[in-house]
């Protein structure tokens, strides 16, 4: 078990989480974006994955810019989310492939909320700290995150999937 002495090292905890997050998310989401009908949504799942090894690639230069083994921690929050994404979205057996589109977009966004949810507080935290290239760097992989988030949303309600799905 880590000790934890301060907020600095909390800090550096939930950095090596998020690697481990972003790490164990980039499979499942490749594999969700190859079982995807909606050619709009196999593309944001694509980008989605680009994004995500951009932000894993940021959390890795933070660790290591304190010192810090980046592969140091394994997020058992993320491996339940992604437990859940392949029975849900993956492995459950569905008559109408809007409807596993539907299921797709549910469970990436459960990932897309993990991370954002740990960014942000990683970002409060590196102010706090006085971090301001963290902070930066990690404003960065909230935006894009978020972003990620809002197009799955637009495809999901305007683009149609949730109307498609029987
Ligand atoms: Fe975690």
């Known amino acids: 078990m880590t000790a934890i002495k301060n907020l600095k090292d909390l800090y550096l905890d939930g950095i090596k989480d998020l690697h481990s997050a972003c790490k164990q998310s980039i499979p499942v989401t490749e594999e969700m974006a190859r079982a995807a009908k909606n050619a709009d949504l196999k593309s944001a799942l694509d980008a989605s994955v680009k994004g995500t090894r951009e932000g894993m690639a940021s959390m890795e230069k933070l660790a290591r810019a304190h010192g810090e083994?980046?592969?140091g921690e394994h997020c058992k929050g993320m491996e339940g989310l992604v437990a859940e994404a392949r029975k849900h979205a993956l492995d459950a057996r569905f008559a109408d492939e809007d409807t596993q589109d539907a299921a797709i977009i549910a469970q990436y966004q459960r990932l897309a909320h993990y991370a954002i949810t740990g960014y942000g507080t990683?970002?409060?935290?590196?102010?706090?700290?006085?971090?301001?290239?963290?902070?930066?760097?990690?404003?960065?992989?909230?935006?894009?995150?978020?972003?990620?988030?809002?197009?799955?949303?637009?495809?999901?309600?305007?683009?149609?999937?949730?109307?498609?799905?029987?």
């Open 69 to 71: 083994d980046p592969g």
């Open 122 to 166: 990683l970002k409060a935290w590196a102010k706090r700290l006085d971090l301001s290239d963290d902070a930066r760097a990690l404003d960065e992989a909230t935006a894009a995150t978020y972003e990620g988030d809002e197009t799955m949303t637009k495809i999901a309600v305007k683009g149609g999937v949730n109307k498609a799905a029987m």
